[in-house]
């Protein structure tokens, strides 16, 4: 409770919504800043590439438009720009925090290993459940250089607002305030809500796949501190998994031929071996979590400033 001075040396001028909005939990707070943030990152690349799927589809001309505004987006998030007053606490919450050589490597392949380890088992899966996953008509009616050109914009989209977001502007202020578990759990359940505006077919597989994938971009800014990491997997994963999808109709095998039940596919090759693929690839993505970790510690105690 606050004390009779506390409220009394409160600036008077402060204003009615700007005192409601202090009494609002920090979770709330949290949740009703990013939300909306990501929300409007992704409509201002989204708007370009959709008119331009309908306005001369021939040419991706809406690529410099969705790069601009992804930058300029960036920039204000990262502390430039009015009002000044806030740009330090913008610049803290979006932690982008530069890292040292080994951090990038041990952290990209991390990334990288548990990428694959997701394909190798969203292969398996395949072998006995559709993947349930497609592209607009709209999309796959125009050119290969825009659809490339909208796939890769999509990705890149994914990894700055959704990262600088949920990872930066949502997950900060919960975890100064609750820790980072706390703030893991309630970031990587957001995460998921926001997807279900997707117009992709959200199974029991998928939906469980969005909230590890949401723990795990958690856990590497915990471990980083830094959402750069994070940033780089979300929008090169996105990319070539969409790219492996584009790729799966242009062959026509974007629902390939099923073995069957689960207990099927357990006499299936093609499953058993990806299914072992997957083993090994998580295993390696342990290990160098592992060190990741271990260099990370061994940096906050030697190399920062005391």
Request: glycine residues 8%; positive net charge.
């Amino acid at each position: 409770m606050s004390s009779p001075e506390g409220v009394a040396s409160r600036p008077a001028t402060t204003s009615l919504p700007a005192r409601a909005w202090g009494r609002l939990h920090v979770v709330v707070r949290a949740v009703l800043i990013g939300a909306p943030l990501s929300a409007l990152g992704s409509l201002g690349s989204a708007v370009p590439m959709q008119v331009n799927l309908g306005v001369f589809p021939a040419v991706p001309w809406s690529l410099p438009f969705s790069a601009i505004w992804l930058w300029l987006f960036w920039r204000y998030l990262s502390g430039h720009g009015w009002p000044r007053s806030t740009s330090t606490l913008r610049r803290e919450w979006l932690r982008a925090r530069p890292l040292s050589t080994p951090m990038w490597r041990w952290s990209l392949l991390t990334c990288a290993l548990l990428f694959a380890f997701s394909l190798a088992l969203a292969f398996a899966r395949s072998r006995f459940l559709p993947i349930g996953m497609t592209l607009p008509p709209e999309l796959l009616a125009a050119p290969p250089i825009t659809i490339v050109a909208v796939l890769l914009t999509i990705s890149a989209q994914a990894g700055v607002v959704e990262e600088a977001a949920f990872r930066g502007y949502m997950f900060t202020p919960i975890e100064r305030r609750h820790g980072p578990v706390v703030a893991t759990t309630i970031v990587s359940l957001v995460f998921l809500l926001a997807h279900f505006g997707d117009p992709q077919n959200l199974s029991a597989y998928r939906i469980v796949s969005i909230f590890l994938a949401g723990v795990v971009y958690c856990v590497l800014l915990v471990v980083t501190n830094s959402i750069l990491p994070g940033l780089i997997a979300h929008a090169a994963g996105d990319g070539i998994a969409l790219l492996l999808l584009w790729r799966a109709h242009t062959r026509g095998d974007a629902a390939p031929e099923r073995v069957g039940g689960f207990t099927e596919a357990l006499r299936d090759p093609g499953f058993l071996g990806y299914a072992g693929l997957a083993f090994v690839l998580g295993l390696a993505a342990i290990g160098a979590f592992l060190r990741l970790r271990r260099t990370a510690r061994f940096e906050a105690a030697h190399l920062e400033p005391r």
